[in-house]
């Protein structure tokens, strides 16, 4: 049988700087990030102890790290890093991990824009 839970995380938010424009990327914006992470908790479902799971705090903690101490042009760039960086760190199965500029600089109204990607731990990792 196979198991497929989910720890998420939902509209974390930062400031950063990020953007293809120079402006973009001194001025800085808002943006939220979704990660769902693919784990077993059965083990800590039984058990009932935090080193039995991955924690989410640790997570999101090194989501914002990250996203606020680099500059990427593209979304899909900060996405990317933030997802090897995750697979990197802690024992998730999968990720889908979504990220949102608040309220871009465009020519048109749009209360976000953004990329979800999803990637699976190699097998050989």
Same mark, same amino acid.
């Not at 697979?87 to 465009?106: A, H, N, T």
């Given at each position: ?9 939902? *509209?974390?938010?930062? +400031?950063?700087?990020? $953007?293809?424009?120079?402006?973009? *990327?001194?001025? $800085?914006?808002? +943006?939220?990030? /979704? ?8 083990? @800590? $479902?039984?058990? /009932?102890?935090?080193? /039995?799971?991955?924690? +989410? ?7 914002? @790290?990250?996203?606020?101490?680099? *500059? ?6 900060? @996405? *990317? ?10 024992? !998730? ?14 020519? @048109?109204? #749009?209360? #976000? !824009? $953004? ?9 050989? /990792?």
């Amino acid at each position: 049988m196979i198991h497929t839970d989910t720890i998420f995380i939902e *509209q974390l938010e930062f +400031y950063a700087y990020h $953007g293809a424009s120079d402006a973009e *990327q001194l001025v $800085g914006h808002r +943006y939220s990030v /979704d990660a769902h992470l693919k784990v077993d908790t059965r083990i @800590a $479902g039984r058990s /009932d102890n935090l080193t /039995d799971t991955v924690n +989410y705090s640790r997570v999101a903690k090194r989501i914002v @790290a990250v996203a606020t101490s680099e *500059q990427f042009r593209l979304l899909e760039a900060l @996405a *990317q890093r933030l997802v090897d960086v995750i697979l990197e760190e802690f024992p !998730v199965k999968s990720i889908k991990l979504r990220v949102r500029k608040i309220r871009p600089p465009m020519n @048109a109204i #749009a209360e #976000a !824009v $953004g990329v979800e990607i999803e990637r699976d731990r190699h097998i050989s /990792d």
